[in-house]
């Protein structure tokens, strides 16, 4: 009887070792020509720290970004997340219906005719990197989507990630990534 119980308790750390982590799986979707468009900011380079400007500590404003290559493109779409947060991959920023003809994004604003979703802050807009205060640097990923037909005028503002995803997904072309790192 003991031994069993010890197989049923070994079990069931195993399955509760298995459920602790980051969360699940990111939810955003694969793209076959992944990094075909460069994504970059002039606030920081790819896998350094994200200035402090841009955070809950600083003025909380969206970082300036800009982009080249990628096939052509109708409407880009933007998506920065969190996959290190404590509850899974939190949601930092949504943009969609981005003009073709756009290629940047200014410190603070995002491109005419643009719309804003709802963040994990529950809030339309830009939240920036707020990681727990003694937590490893956290890493926040932009995601860029081209889409190769235009599907922005089917998303209601203020929409939530899944949303976005659910009309997005049947015409992402192309991706490209940024990716920053905060730690408090």
Request: aromatic fraction near 8%; glycine fraction near 12%; include cysteine.
């Amino acid at each position: 009887m003991l031994k069993a119980s010890r197989s049923v308790l070994g079990v069931c750390l195993l399955v509760a070792a298995a459920a602790c982590g980051t969360g699940p799986a990111s939810q955003l979707p694969q793209v076959s020509q992944t990094d075909s468009i460069t994504l970059a900011s002039p606030a920081f380079i790819s896998g350094s720290a994200i200035p402090a400007r841009y955070t809950c500590d600083g003025q909380d404003v969206s970082p300036p970004l800009s982009w080249s290559g990628g096939p052509p493109a109708e409407e880009f779409a933007l998506i920065a997340t969190d996959p290190d947060a404590r509850g899974g991959e939190f949601v930092h920023w949504i943009v969609y219906a981005i003009l073709a003809s756009a290629n940047s994004f200014p410190e603070g604003a995002i491109p005419d005719g643009a719309v804003e979703g709802t963040n994990g802050f529950s809030k339309a807009g830009y939240g920036g990197p707020c990681p727990p205060r003694g937590d490893p640097p956290h890493h926040y990923i932009f995601n860029l989507y081209g889409l190769r037909t235009a599907q922005g005028a089917s998303i209601p503002a203020g929409a939530t990630l899944d949303q976005v995803l659910n009309v997005i997904r049947c015409c992402i072309e192309s991706k490209g990534t940024l990716v920053g790192t905060y730690g408090r």
